[in-house]
């Protein structure tokens, strides 16, 4: 066969073999002739090559010659045969010019874009490899590309020297191994050493090679095969088995140079092919054997890098971007990077790329009908949110006048025509114009713009092209804007086209445009056997396709052919198939069973060992260039060889067709017009309706789609399971088209039939599978066994598995394995596999820790016994529910409850079981759901009074941003946290990764080992084999979660358990304690540097609980970007409340500022941006002056809320203050520093005391104290105070008070009888010498939430302080223990949500514009547009699901106005009927009132109440109100004495009080809780419970302080009114008359009056002035202004101390400001003649100004240095830490104590540990030392001076001094401190001073 013989080893028979004789080329075959190929090109290539042009020999076979051919290189064409080709350039472009550059290098020329200069280049012909932009370059040519195979086959390497193209034919085979030799262009003969010269056939006939280490003769045994590179693999004695990663070989260059990573999932040899290239993050997308398409949207969460699992940072940041300023983000193109846009909300337009729009709000868009209707135009002339309401009607045409917010009076000249006939035009929505005053008869009617139009003297004929309006939507994408109907009456009909040879068409939008560069290339890659690919359609994505090598091939080249390097049979055999335009397959290592196949989009069946018989129909391919302009596309040869012989013909009433491109088609008729409004939607226009009329031109769907239209565009519709989607059926399959609308193709799915048989495909025949687990695997699970399917075909039937799990061993093929358990488990596996679980010994060394685990698909195990299993059957079934956009949910989990899983419809309550339910569409997607339902995704329509708003979303698991109007990208990363495919892997210390996170990607996830394991498996955890110590010990980690690894095999002891990624950790020879900080593996920059991630738990079972919180504003958010509100209220909201305005900022952006606006509140109407509105607005009774005026001037809103009401208004709170509203009054406001949920709240409960704030107004901060739970002793102001606690709680009370608890010592001669108790308002049972269970409903406790018109929600009863407050309506946000700032997605509730929410109501905008409904929260009901609702219960009564409930009794009082009595039968009858059913009527009273007037009270008792008690009695004085005026009583609300409103009365009585009404008046606001006789008021309790204590048993001290109040009045008038004053002055502060004394009336500033007076009080808990002066400030300063007015005094400046005050026996009166010195007669002594020096030594110094009280905490930097020579001045040294002096120590006279101070200014205090004379410690800053005789008593009073001790300092409420003085006065005693009741003695025998300083 003209070959030659060759024997390589004459000692050994049989291993002759046949060689190919040069230049034929062949492997050798033993025993028989080689197959030798001639490839001419070898020879003569050069001819070609030398031009730029490859050479092709179309048979190898070596008696086919001289049939060679030239061939040109794409996109150049031409070929022939023996010689150069001319080669010409159909497709133009700069190659035309550049061409014969680059054929003098003998390089070919590309030009990848025709529509750019200077990008043509110069490219290597294959086999070389090279280019170079606009020149030539240096062409590279590895011979061993195509001839590695020879060598290869026989164990050898190839390798070329020289890789010029010049140097063809030195490529050689070498040996490798234990081989030398080398042969040129054929196998070398080896030599080969040691036992290889033996052995080494059997490696050869395997390809691989010999290798002997040691080739000492005595030492046998050692010889191996090894693997050739690229293989790896070796085996000692034996053939090895190779691996090899494809990506490590020619291949991998394929995805590198596209930018991409390859990725090689199965290296056994075997496998071929299935490399991959995949997208680098963030971008999302693999393929394989060819360059992905990569996918990223900028804008949402959905990229992620299928290798990693990383989310796209930036993405997210992107997004939130947008959403921080109140917009939309969008990313037009998931191909392209850097085209995201942020929009603006409808109804406000503006977008703008990479950064938040400027938003525009034309209201002409909303409210221009109102003028077109009159024939007038609409101008808006500031289009910003700020501005509203200031759009206008203007005249057109002859007409003047304009008009704000309704239609023009439209004036006309006395001689224009239009005087008299613009009616004929205005009522047909035109306007009138008379070009020519002196002309009559020419007035025309005029179209409004955008219409275009005019008729003289008559209607005219307008025309509307929506292109004018509406047209830069398709110009902006580079699209063309057309209007086929323009008529006025067809409004939305206009669509955006593509242009060019991109194909789309979309309906009032941009549409999505495909150019697909395949349809005008792919024959380069066709004739070639290989597939065209263009991995971006983007129009302006140009130069980007490949050609991709197809069968057993790999290879791909960017817009050229690719280099193929074929495998198998087929790297010999492939040129007979590729030469005929096919490929060549072997589907295995058979020999003989390669065959040709026929390359897409040719179609045929292969043919084994030869050429197959393949058709090629061009219009599957090119026949979208026909359809998109409404032609019939034809090919009139089928034949592989035939091609560009298709047509477009032209259909319909058009006539003509053309060759390989769009006709020009002729039309008659009415198609003659009609025609191009057919062809703009790609279809055809027919003369006549269907009915056979030919006076009407149709639009008539191209087929296969079937529709038709007259006169206009046709909806086509298409049901692709007609025409491609046979192939379903012809495969035994179903097939479905979800959507079957002509403009969605390609979505028709196959689907597996029969009940066990599961797997669908979009687009092509789907992968059946039986998974036989399914039905027969209850028999493995029953066992506690796991059954598996190791081979799913339909086929392969009863091959399903029963395994062992946990500690067992054993399978068994379709039945259940006998298990061998080891350890524990070998005598306690039966107490688990009889529930169907397996049994785990995790330490083999430990007792007692054998567990029970369930099996998958169930979770849970338990130490010791058996597990409580869990299943959620959505695990396996999801999948049914997820292809239609639908989710999964399991009702209920355990383990025996199964069948009820069922499907339902994202956001409404439709539901299926066991299969997708029907879900209820709204708005436009009852058009439109298939299209989204198809690709699995759910449809929303956020607006239903929207066009074209409708989006496409991903549901749950699956991520990615919605579309709109189209399928979303989504993403479906099975591995994800958490997820069932994650914690199957991780559970057995595996790792999980999902290699493709398309959604049509399920169940490929697999578990790979790690450590010092090997094993991988798909859809399952994988069957470990660990090496070293990890053989036997590997149990111990896997147990736990973790990976087994050995670091040293060859040291003992060191093997160690290791976290599984992404958590961290390990542990030699113990299990790890695994971290998963998730912040530091992944989520860091997805919070963006603008936010801080923390993750609160980083164990590795919390996942997805990281979250982002803003650096700057509020917000944060769960596993995602927070949306970042920045309220500018924060900051500027005193500038409007201060003027009894509301302050709202639109946008809460960092991005946008200045935006805030002032906003008249209540009845009133008004705004301003920065600042107060000069002149509110007001409705209804707040007209009035004197109403608005009370309310504004006390900065609170005037409320009417019935204007048919009269004497209904009321003055409301402005937040943040609260308080009930007072009907015709100012309301009374309050500003409690302790509210839940406030600083002092946390501070005071979270220690377990009780907080207080004794003066609840803004102008009084920072006092609240926290004070210890009785009998616990000790108050701390702005801080905790600290306890003096009772018996064991002096030890024991810090376990109480660090969980927010009290302790108390029943009886302190009892040991071990010490409980913690509950703390109100938290409730619970006391427990001895542990924390009692305390719970409380704080939604039920507080209204913080509902105030604000915000839903609240407790999460956990058993916390104090984590109530959430959530926004309402239409607003978005959260927060937690405080009100939530909101963040409105419409305009309507941007600009006018406070109106609702200072109203307690939400906020919505059902019409997505600048209209706004105010809602009721629930249970009540009510709502109102534009303004607030009136909200009311009623019906039947539902507890709010979740919150505690308890019974409540209500007093409610209402005066009927009508002359019969009241039956009290009827009245308890009716409101028994019609109140809700929870509600008791305990009582009915009924009294008469005025004449014709009866007063009804009624006491309600409330069963199973989740409300406060002022709540639920307001809510019961509506409902009283409410029934009966429905029975037609004429009813009032009377206040009958302010305790009748609702809830007072009782909230006094609850505490054993009574309720006083302190002003007879019906104002409703000056009421108290007094305590009953026997007991003293410690302060009245305005609006809350008194401080009710004992009065004194056995006679108290009288106690009496100077107090001074200024008035307005001038002295004469106030001393004619003095009994007056002091009655109002007694009423005022809840003493007697008589106990107020020593009244001084003197002048004051301004012409007003001073008055000094003092009050003496008897009371226990009143012992000293010091308590006495601040019980009464505190009780007078909130209340005593209001009794003086009573009287006609106007208070001009507060209650307070006199400048300086001194009991009546003292020397020095404070008289007046002008500080007058008076001698007290009964005084004059010795000590009154010193104390008299010292008095006068005060007048001196009297004229020097005054200075003020220093408040507590802060230091006085105001008093004077000068005059104080006798005094010793102590500087202030921080101290750095509170003192505590040991047990007896001392103190010098001259030492003196440091001042300390806390971070927050307060002083710190002391705790000394001498004994007083009481025998208790001194503490809170008293340092007490007993003075002997002759020593001094030291008094240091820095602290809060509990005055227990000797000289303890100030008394509680003291003032902090910089000051400590020393001064000794007489030698008898120091007062030290600057503070109430320290400093100068009074006397000298006295051991404590009682006067001074204040």
């Not at 472009?93 to 054929?103: P, R, S, T």
């Not at 409903?1337 to 984590?1362: F, I, K, L, M, R």
């Not at 005054?1746 to 004077?1760: A, C, H, I, L, R």
Request: proline residues 5%.
């Amino acid at each position: 066969v003209g070959q030659t013989c060759t024997d390589p080893d004459l000692t050994v028979p049989g291993d002759w073999a046949c060689v190919c004789i040069l230049p034929e080329m062949g492997a050798n075959r033993t025993r028989a002739p080689a197959d030798c190929k001639l490839n001419e090109c070898l020879q003569y290539g050069t001819t070609c090559t030398s031009v730029g042009q490859s050479c092709l020999d179309v048979d190898l076979d070596p008696k086919s010659i001289n049939d060679w051919t030239c061939n040109c290189v794409a996109p150049a064409e031409g070929k022939a045969r023996g010689i150069a080709a001319k080669c010409k350039y159909p497709n133009g472009g700069e190659c035309e010019l550049y061409g014969d550059l680059c054929a003098s290098a003998g390089q070919a020329c590309n030009d990848p874009d025709l529509t750019k200069e200077g990008n043509w280049e110069c490219i290597c012909v294959p086999p070389t490899v090279g280019r170079g932009v606009a020149s030539t370059t240096s062409c590279d040519l590895d011979e061993c590309v195509e001839s590695s195979y020879i060598c290869a086959a026989a164990g050898q390497l190839c390798n070329d020297p020289d890789k010029s193209p010049s140097a063809v034919g030195d490529w050689t085979c070498d040996c490798t191994g234990s081989g030398v030799g080398s042969a040129v262009r054929t196998v070398a003969t080896c030599s080969w050493a040691g036992e290889c010269a033996t052995e080494h056939r059997r490696c050869i006939e395997a390809g691989q090679t010999c290798r002997d280490a040691n080739t000492d003769p005595a030492a046998l045994g050692d010889w191996m095969c090894v693997c050739v590179n690229p293989q790896v693999g070796s085996a000692t004695g034996g053939i090895a088995r190779c691996t090899l990663d494809e990506c490590s070989s020619a291949v991998g260059t394929i995805c590198a140079y596209a930018g991409q990573t390859c990725h090689d999932p199965d290296t056994s040899v075997s496998s071929m092919g299935d490399w991959l290239c995949r997208c680098k993050s963030p971008s999302s997308g693999e393929a394989t054997a060819a360059v992905a398409v990569c996918l990223l949207d900028e804008c949402g969460y959905g990229g992620v890098d299928s290798g990693t699992g990383m989310v796209c940072s930036q993405c997210a940041a992107n997004r939130a971007k947008c959403e921080q300023a109140g917009q939309t983000c969008q990313d037009p193109d998931a191909h392209r990077n850097g085209d995201w846009e942020c929009v603006c909300h409808p109804p406000q337009i503006g977008r703008a790329t990479n950064v938040p729009a400027q938003c525009r709000y034309d209201e002409c868009i909303r409210n221009h009908q109102t003028c077109d209707s009159r024939g007038q135009s609409c101008v808006d002339p500031r289009k910003n949110i700020a501005s509203i309401g200031d759009w206008e009607c203007e005249c057109r045409g002859s007409g003047s006048g304009s008009m704000v917010g309704a239609p023009a009076t439209c004036l006309y000249r006395t001689n224009d025509e239009c005087l008299y006939q613009a009616t004929v035009c205005t009522s047909q929505g035109q306007a009138c114009h008379d070009p020519g005053l002196d002309v009559v008869g020419d007035w025309k009617c005029v179209c409004i713009a955008p219409r275009e139009g005019e008729a003289t003297a008559e209607v005219a004929q307008c025309v509307l092209d929506e292109c004018e309006e509406y047209g830069t939507t398709c110009t902006e994408a580079g699209q063309l804007c057309l209007d086929p109907n323009t008529s006025p009456l067809s409004v939305g009909d206009w669509s955006c086209r593509c242009q060019g040879n991109a194909i789309g068409l979309a309906k009032t939008r941009a549409a999505n445009c495909v150019l697909d560069e395949c349809i005008q290339n792919y024959q380069t890659c066709y004739v070639m056997g290989q597939q065209c690919l263009d991995p971006n359609t983007n129009p302006g994505a140009s130069g980007d396709w490949t050609c991709n090598c197809a069968g057993s091939a790999t290879g791909s080249g960017r817009t050229i052919v690719a280099t193929c390097a074929f495998t198998g049979e087929c790297a010999a055999n492939a040129y007979i198939c590729t030469n005929q335009g096919q490929t060549c397959i072997d589907p295995s290592s058979d020999i003989g069973d390669w065959v040709c196949a026929c390359v897409a989009p040719a179609d045929g069946a292969p043919m084994p060992q030869g050429v197959a018989t393949c058709t090629l129909d061009e219009c599957v391919t090119q026949g979208p260039l026909c359809t998109n302009v409404g032609q019939q596309c034809r090919d009139p040869n089928n034949g592989p060889s035939s091609r560009n012989d298709w047509t477009c013909e032209c259909t319909g009433s058009g006539t003509g067709s053309a060759i390989a491109s769009p006709a020009t088609c002729v039309y008659s008729g009415e198609c003659m017009a009609g025609s191009m409004v057919c062809a703009t939607a790609g279809q055809a226009c027919t003369e006549g309706s269907a009915g056979g009329d030919t006076s009407e031109w149709s639009c008539i769907c191209i087929p296969p789609s079937v529709g038709r239209a007259v006169g206009g565009v046709a909806q086509c519709s298409l049901d692709e399971c007609t025409s491609v989607g046979l192939a379903c059926s012809l495969s035994g399959q179903s097939c479905e088209d979800p959507n079957t609308d002509a403009t969605s193709t390609g979505d028709w799915r196959c689907s597996c039939v029969g009940s066990n048989a599961a797997g669908s495909a979009v687009a092509k025949i789907a992968e059946c599978q039986v998974d036989e687990c399914l039905e027969k695997g209850q028999t493995c699970t029953d066992e506690g066994q796991t059954c598996f399917d190791q081979n799913t075909s339909p086929t392969s039937l009863d091959d399903w598995i029963c395994s062992c799990e946990g500690s067992g061993l054993g399978e068994a093929t379709a039945t259940a394995a006998t298990c061998d358990f080891d350890g524990e488990c070998s005598v306690n596996a039966g107490i688990c596999t009889v529930q169907g679980q397996t049994c785990i010994d995790p330490d083999k060394t430990q007792d007692n820790d054998w567990m029970c685990a369930c099996v998958t698909p169930q979770t849970g195990r338990r130490v010791g016994g058996p597990a409580l299993c869990v299943m959620d059957e959505c695990i396996q079934n999801g999948v049914v529910c997820s292809t239609v956009g639908q989710m999964c949910r399991d009702t209920n989990t355990n383990a025996d409850s199964l069948k009820d899983w069922e499907c339902y419809c994202p956001g409404t309550l439709d539901a299926k079981a066991l299969s997708p339910a029907t879900c209820s569409w709204t708005g436009e997607c009852a058009d439109n759901w298939r299209t989204c339902t198809s690709a699995g995704q759910t449809c929303v329509d956020p607006n239903p009074d929207w066009l074209g708003d409708w989006q496409c979303q991903c549901v749950t698991p699956q991520t990615g941003s919605p579309s709109p109007a189209r399928p979303a990208q989504c993403y479906l990363d099975e591995c994800r946290g958490n997820s069932p495919a994650f914690l199957t892997c991780t559970a057995e210390g595996q790792s999980c990764s999902d290699p493709n996170s398309s959604p049509e990607s399920r169940g490929d996830w697999r578990c790979d080992c790690e450590g010092s394991g090997t094993g991988t498996a798909v859809s399952k955890a994988a069957t470990c084999v660990y090496s070293g110590e990890c053989g036997t010990l590997a149990e111990m980690c896997t147990a736990g979660g973790q990976a087994c690894n050995d670091p040293n095999p060859t040291v003992a002891g060191d093997w160690e358990c290791v976290c599984v990624l992404p958590a961290v950790g390990k542990a030699v020879k113990a299990r790890a304690v695994c971290e998963l900080n998730e912040c530091a593996v992944a989520h860091t920059n997805v919070c963006g540097s603008d936010q801080d991630c923390t993750d609160p738990d980083p164990t590795p079972s919390s996942l997805d609980d990281w979250v982002c919180e803003c650096k700057v504003g509020v917000g944060k958010a769960k596993v995602s970007p927070a949306v970042c509100i920045v309220d500018e209220c924060k900051t500027h909201g005193a500038v409007c409340t201060t003027e009894g305005q509301l302050c709202n900022d639109p946008t809460k952006s960092a991005d946008v500022k200045g935006d805030w606006t002032c906003n008249c509140g209540g009845s009133g109407v008004g705004s301003k941006v920065g600042g107060p509105v000069p002149v509110c607005q007001w409705s209804g009774e707040c007209k009035s002056n004197g109403h608005n005026s009370m309310c504004t001037n006390a900065k609170q809103v005037c409320f009417d809320p019935d204007e048919l009401v009269s004497g209904d208004w009321e003055c409301r709170c402005v937040a943040p203050l609260v308080g009930m509203a007072a009907r015709g009054a100012v309301a009374e406001c309050l500003f409690d520093e302790c509210e839940a949920g406030s600083a002092g709240q946390k501070v005071c409960s979270g220690a377990g005391q009780l907080c207080n704030d004794p003066t609840k107004t803004m102008e009084s901060l920072m006092d609240w104290t926290c004070s210890c739970i009785a009998p616990a002793v000790g108050i701390g102001v702005t801080r905790v105070a600290k306890c003096s606690w009772q018996g064991e709680c002096k030890v024991h009370a810090k376990a109480c008070t660090g969980v927010g608890q009290t302790c108390v010592d029943p009886n302190v001669e009892l040991d071990n009888d010490w409980e913690c108790q509950c703390v109100a308002p938290t409730e619970g049972l006391n427990r001895q010498m542990q924390p009692a269970r305390c719970s409380v409903d704080e939604c039920v406790t507080n209204q913080v939430c509902v105030n604000a018109g915000q839903s609240c929600q407790d999460p956990d009863h058993s916390v104090y302080g984590n109530f959430i407050c959530s926004c309402e309506g239409d607003g978005a946000g959260s927060a937690e223990a405080q009100v939530a700032s909101c963040l409105y997605r419409s305009l309507g509730c941007s600009l006018h949500s406070h109106v609702c929410t200072s109203h307690g109501q939400s906020c919505a905008s059902p019409q997505q514009d600048d209209s706004f409904v105010c809602s009721c929260l629930p249970p009540l009901g009510g709502e109102r547009a534009g303004g607030v609702a009136v909200c009311a219960e009623g019906g039947a009564f539902t507890p709010r699901p979740g919150l505690p409930t308890k019974e409540q009794r209500s007093k409610i009082a209402l005066t009927v106005n009508q002359t019969n009595p009241i039956s009290i039968a009827e009245t308890r009858a009716l409101l028994s009927r019609e109140l809700a059913s929870n509600v008791e009527v305990q009582s009915i009273a009924v009294e008469p009132a005025a004449p014709g007037h009866w007063r009804v009270v009624a006491i309600l008792n409330t069963l199973n109440s989740n409300y406060t008690d002022e709540r639920q009695s307001e809510l019961h004085r509506i409902e009283v109100d409410r029934v009966m005026k429905a029975a037609g009583y004429s009813v009032t609300v009377a206040h009958a004495g302010d305790c009748a409103v609702p809830g007072r009365e009782v909230k006094c009585e609850n505490e054993t009080q009574i309720c006083s009404d302190l002003d007879g008046l019906d104002t409703g606001a000056k009421w108290a809780c007094t305590c009953p006789a026997a007991q003293t008021e410690n302060g009245l309790g305005f609006e809350k419970t008194a401080a009710c204590v004992p009065d004194c048993a056995n006679g108290c001290a009288v106690v009496t302080t100077a107090l001074q109040v200024g008035l307005k009045q001038p002295p004469a008038q106030v001393e004619a009114e003095q009994q007056k004053l002091v009655e109002q002055l007694a009423e005022g502060l809840g003493v007697a008359a008589a106990d107020v004394t020593n009244v001084q009336i003197a002048a004051g500033p301004d012409g007003g009056s001073v008055v000094t007076f003092r009050v003496s009080q008897q009371q226990a808990h009143l012992d000293n002035e010091g308590k006495l002066r601040a019980a009464l400030l505190d009780t007078g300063g909130e209340h005593l202004d209001s009794f003086l007015a009573l009287a006609g005094f106007e208070v001009a400046s507060p209650l307070a101390a006199p400048p300086a005050d001194a009991d009546d026996d003292d020397v020095c009166l404070g008289l007046d400001a002008k500080w007058k010195c008076a001698l007290a007669i009964s005084g004059i002594a010795v000590a009154g003649l010193l104390l008299l020096g010292a008095c006068v030594f005060l007048a001196l110094r009297k004229r020097k100004p005054q200075y003020p009280d220093v408040e507590d905490g802060k230091q006085n930097t105001q008093f004077p240095a000068e005059g104080m020579d006798e005094l010793e001045k102590t500087e202030i040294a921080p101290a750095p830490a509170p003192y505590d002096a040991p047990l007896g120590d001392t103190m010098a006279d001259d030492e003196k104590l440091p001042m300390v101070t806390n971070t927050d200014g307060f002083a710190t205090p002391y705790n000394v540990g001498s004994p007083n004379q009481n025998g208790a410690y001194e503490e809170y800053g008293s340092r007490g030392v007993t003075a002997g005789p002759g020593e001094t008593a030291l008094a240091s009073g820095w602290g809060t001076g509990r005055g227990r001790g000797i000289n303890s300092g100030a008394s509680p409420g003291s003032h902090y001094s910089p000051y400590n003085f020393r001064s000794q006065v007489n030698g008898s005693h120091v007062g030290s401190g600057y503070g109430a009741g320290s400093g100068y003695g009074q006397n000298p025998a006295e051991a404590a001073g009682t006067s001074g300083w204040v």
